[in-house]
């Protein structure tokens, strides 16, 4: 008898439901969620059969419900929420070959605000529905993705009073400058650090360690270091070592869009930054979050990870 030829068919990606799939999180920004989704839903009633409307309920499952929108065919994925949420799908997405859209619905929105996406939910809907795609570069330190800024020292413990702040009166932008003013009056520990940007090795002793990626945001707040993003890399910041009453001064002066170079700060332009501190690990603020991290700290550019769709 001759043998029969065993023929295998390969298994075809998922057929999604809707065109897009969104993502909410349901932690993020000051409207109430039963208020933010039926807001999202009467703008999809425009698009009939075009978008697909998914909860998280915390970040803690932001990784595992973008993954499951990715398995289930969903070719272009929409963040609803703040910087973080951002981030992270972002991170998720970056080289999957998908598209990425945004609906902001966080406390500052600078991401959303840096690529002129509007606000309001009809009108963010409008572009994803309507827009194009344009590519978008990631930072990245030691792996893990970031879109606005990174930073050691002060800023995570920042976010750790932030948090708190929320929990009792509510998010809010005044709510978060607060945080930053409580922390500031309070912190004593300076971190002694070697810094190596594009191959030039430094020293310092210093607060705060700060990898900014956004020109948006560093111009949001009247600091310098724009020109060093829109050319293609990092601008990275370091504090003056300062006593507590000259960094709740320096938080003073961020607040009022008064800092400047050289008294406030040392600018410092690179597209590979190295950083090493005396311990072997620490909290990492990215994108309004934090992570444990063991260093050294390498930061890198990812030149057009993703493509998000945003006005020209």
Not at 161 to 178: D, F, V
Request: overall charge neutral; glycine content about 10%; hydrophobic content about 40%.
């Amino acid at each position: 008898m001759a043998k029969q030829e065993k023929f295998y068919t390969p298994v075809p990606e998922a057929s999604p439901p809707a065109e897009v799939c969104v993502l909410l999180n349901a932690s993020s920004g000051n409207a109430e969620n039963e208020a933010q989704t039926d807001a999202l839903h009467n703008a999809f009633a425009r698009y009939p059969g075009m978008f697909e409307l998914r909860v998280m309920e915390g970040g803690n499952m932001l990784a595992d419900t973008c993954r499951r929108a990715m398995k289930d065919g969903y070719r272009t994925i929409v963040a609803a929420g703040g910087d973080g949420t951002i981030s992270g799908i972002a991170g998720q997405l970056a080289g999957s070959g998908r598209t990425m859209g945004i609906i902001p619905q966080g406390t500052f929105n600078f991401v959303a605000r840096g690529l002129g996406i509007p606000e309001q939910i009809d009108e963010a809907i409008d572009l994803i529905a309507k827009g194009t795609a344009r590519s978008f570069s990631l930072g990245e330190v030691n792996g893990a993705t970031f879109v606005n800024n990174a930073s050691l020292g002060i800023y995570p413990q920042v976010l750790k009073e932030r948090e708190g702040t929320y929990r009792r009166w509510g998010r809010s932008r005044l709510a978060a400058h607060w945080s930053v003013l409580r922390t500031f009056a309070s912190f004593s520990s300076p971190l002694r650090m070697k810094v190596t940007v594009d191959g030039k090795v430094m020293r310092a002793k210093t607060p705060l360690a700060f990898v900014a990626r956004s020109a948006f945001q560093l111009e949001h707040f009247g600091l310098d270091g724009g020109d060093c993003i829109r050319e293609g890399g990092f601008a990275l910041f370091l504090a003056p070592d300062s006593s507590r009453m000259q960094l709740l001064s320096g938080a003073l002066r961020l607040a009022s869009g008064g800092m400047t170079s050289k008294r406030d700060f040392e600018l410092i332009c690179g597209r590979e930054i190295v950083i090493e501190t005396l311990s072997p690990s620490h909290v990492i603020a990215m994108d309004g979050e934090t992570f444990p991290m063991t260093g050294p700290f390498h930061f890198r550019l990812r030149d057009d990870a993703l493509r998000v769709i945003a006005p020209e």
